[in-house]
């Protein structure tokens, strides 16, 4: 997990990328915890679409059973 500062000091497509993943991990887990797990609630939450959203908990292998 980087620091604010430690982002600034790397290149913009690395610093980018690592906010963005700490970010979607961070926003993801906490909507899926406020919906018990349920990913069409947390989609609807999100205002995104469900499948979107299943492709992100793929991508950052987030388990929606294992929130609550």
Do not use: C, W
Request: hydrophobic share 30%; glycine share 2%.
């Amino acid at each position: 997990k980087a620091t604010k500062d430690e982002l600034l000091a790397q290149p913009y497509k690395e610093a980018r990328r690592k906010a963005l993943h700490s970010f979607n991990v961070k926003y993801i887990t906490n909507v899926l915890n406020k919906t018990s797990g349920n990913v069409t609630n947390a989609a609807k939450e999100s205002e995104i679409e469900r499948q979107y959203l299943q492709r992100m908990l793929k991508r950052y292998n987030i388990k929606s059973k294992d929130m609550f």
